[in-house]
């Protein structure tokens, strides 16, 4: 066994904002979850988006952050949403090896109506469009995209097609996002948190990974995970399904605890975590090479009260800058 990899007990628990690998070796399962806490709770808190919008966000934290994990090589994972509902965008990315953001936008009177009407979920707010898997290994390569329809789905459904889709790997996932009441500095206060979990059949056997009656063509509909007969795969959506959500949530269970609740029967096997931060790439450098490529025309036009102002939408931050910084902009 290697520093790497270790049996539960063996070194502790990960904690709050760190996503721990595991495989049972037993079921041909590997996989990843997460409990997202502190870091979480900032990005949240800085937008103070509506309980409904932040839940959204929280989702696609979880998502970004359990399969942008897994890359082996400098660059981002980037989750993106584009529909035609009150929430018509959110953005999470992560930049290796440890950096997260989120954002999202919508629309105030549409959301303001939608949360009347009880129509508050997730995939209401989301509506019809596309969700977008971006893997960027940065300058002179290649972006690699996924692409899968957002039709009355919510981020769980969709990351499940996703793998269905474009990796064609029998993949399962689980989200949960809520509130803790915890005690601090002037009384108790509500803080963010959020858990997921992600699980794939990756048996050797190439055999053992096909689905029966796959289909060939494009637009055709996909088999779903529980298409795959084999016993194992079977066993684990079986296991996966008895998770409660208040499991990926509590501290005092933790992701180590979850997995030895699952799979300890079998022997489950976790390798050494990856931290995650709220860390914006953002900065006056990069924004103010962005605006030297301005033309003499836009750059006026960005002028305001004698100053550009530039408000980064991930997090928040605010840039000025003197419009004679950029006077040599071409016209």
Known sequence: MTDKQRRLGEIGFAGDDDVVPFEVEALD?????????????????????????????AE???????????????????????????????????????????????????????IAAGEDAPEKLLGAGVLALTIDQGDHTQR????????????????????????QIPTDVKLSVGK????????????????????????????????????????DPLASPQEVADASWQELLALVATVEHEELLDPKVGSERLLYRLFNEHGVRVFEGTAVEDRCSCSEERIRGI????TAEEIEESVEDGVIRVNCEFCSKAYAFQPSEFSSAEA
């Open 180 to 219: 803790l009441v915890l005690p601090g500095e002037g009384g108790s206060r509500e803080h963010w948190r959020a858990g997921g979990l992600l699980a794939q059949f990756l048996p050797k056997s190439a055999e053992r990974r096909h689905a029966p009656d796959l289909p060939g063509g494009d637009g």
């Open 60 to 114: 696609a934290c979880l998502v970004t952050v359990l399969l942008g994990t897994s890359l082996k090589f400098d660059g981002k994972f980037i989750l993106q949403t584009r529909s035609d509902g009150p929430v018509d965008m959110v953005v999470a990315d992560f930049a290796t090896p440890s950096s997260l953001r989120a954002y999202a936008r919508f629309d105030e009177e549409r959301l303001a109506a939608a």
């Open 29 to 57: 399962v590997r996989g990843r979850v997460v409990q997202l806490g502190a870091m979480l709770d900032r990005i949240l808190a800085r937008h103070a988006y509506p309980e409904p919008v932040a839940r959204l966000v």
């Open 291 to 294: 605006l030297a490529g301005f």
């Open 144 to 167: 690699y995209q996924g692409i899968v329809a957002l039709d009355g789905t919510g981020l769980q459904e969709a990351a499940k097609a996703y793998f269905r889709q474009s990796e």
